[in-house]
């Protein structure tokens, strides 16, 4: 049996892009989270790789870039779900949501992390919680972590032109229910590659006020991700899938 070894960092939408596909193709992996700071962790890759996370080790084989990890799982485990739908049409709206993940969604989603104070000092915790920082990096991260995070999401506000983060995401959620419609899910009764992106993206925020915002208003795009997530949970192998339950409390 396949088992594959995921590098990441817990708050990266393009790990979770991953995590989303592993576990929708029922394959089992491990989760190894990778020091932001010097990323020792990483396995051996080739001059030409960006030292990024995701890294993906799968029978043998080392993979880098979220979408083509997708396009390695789907091409490599057929499916059910297969990511690609066979009609032309649907392939290419489930290849542009994607598409919009990776340039849109996955940079709207850090100014809602980290956009406020509360927020900010929340994801530190979160990266120092799940990292394998040692003693005094811990620290300084959650000293830290905080501040440069928050200045990030500042950057990116400043640089696609929006000054409010939730203000961007909902706008950005009005295309996704766009392409939604009334059906379960973005190419109708399967899920695809858009929903698979989506979803693992959307996952970074759940321990955050702004998910349960959003899941709030918007009853359509909550049934989606609920459907989704019960197809995670159904086709998971091994202990390392994404704990889908909303938390209990959100602090601030
Ligand atoms: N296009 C890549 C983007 C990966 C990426 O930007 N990863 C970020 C984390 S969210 C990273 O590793 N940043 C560390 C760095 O740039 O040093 C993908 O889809 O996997």
């Known amino acids: 049996m396949t088992t594959a070894t995921l590098y990441e960092?817990?708050?990266?939408?393009?790990?979770?892009?991953?995590?989303?596909?592993?576990?929708?193709?029922?394959?089992?992996?491990?989760?190894?989270?990778?020091?932001?700071?010097?990323?020792?962790?990483?396995?051996?890759?080739?001059?030409?790789?960006?030292?990024?996370?995701?890294v993906l080790a799968i029978d043998g084989e080392v993979l880098?870039?979220?979408?083509?990890?997708?396009?390695?799982?789907?091409?490599?485990?057929?499916?059910?779900?297969?990511?690609?739908?066979?009609?032309?049409?649907?392939?290419?709206?489930?290849?542009?949501?994607?598409?919009?993940?990776?340039?849109a969604l996955t940079f709207a989603l850090p100014t809602v992390i980290y956009g406020t104070w509360g927020e900010a000092v929340k994801a530190a915790q979160v990266t120092a919680r799940t990292s394998n920082f040692g003693?005094?990096?811990?620290?300084?991260?959650?000293?830290?972590?905080?501040?440069?995070?928050?200045?990030?999401?500042?950057?990116?506000?400043k640089k696609r032109n929006e000054t409010d983060g939730r203000a961007w995401l909902s706008r950005e959620m009005d295309r996704f229910e766009?392409?939604?419609?009334?059906?379960?899910?973005?190419?109708?009764?399967?899920?695809?590659?858009?929903?698979?992106?989506?979803?693992?993206?959307?996952t970074c925020i759940r321990e955050f006020p702004a998910f349960t915002e959003l899941m709030g208003a918007r009853p359509r795009l909550a049934g989606w991700y609920a459907r989704v997530a019960a197809a995670r949970t159904d086709r998971r192998v091994g202990p390392s899938a994404t704990p889908h339950a909303p938390p209990a409390a959100h602090a601030s």
């Not at 766009?178 to 959307?202: K, M, N, R, S």
């Open 64 to 103: 880098w870039d979220s979408t083509e990890i997708l396009g390695y799982l789907d091409a490599h485990f057929a499916g059910p779900p297969a990511f690609l739908p066979a009609e032309e049409a649907a392939r290419a709206k489930t290849q542009e949501v994607e598409a919009w993940v990776d340039d």
């Open 178 to 202: 766009g392409w939604l419609g009334e059906q379960p899910f973005v190419c109708g009764a399967e899920i695809t590659l858009g929903d698979v992106a989506t979803h693992g993206a959307l």
């Open 135 to 157: 003693f005094f990096q811990n620290a300084m991260v959650r000293a830290g972590g905080s501040v440069v995070m928050h200045q990030v999401s500042k950057r990116i506000l």
């Open 9 to 54: 960092f817990e708050l990266c939408p393009y790990c979770q892009k991953v995590r989303a596909g592993l576990e929708l193709k029922g394959i089992a992996y491990e989760r190894v989270q990778v020091n932001p700071m010097n990323k020792k962790e990483l396995p051996t890759l080739p001059p030409s790789a960006p030292r990024k996370v995701p």
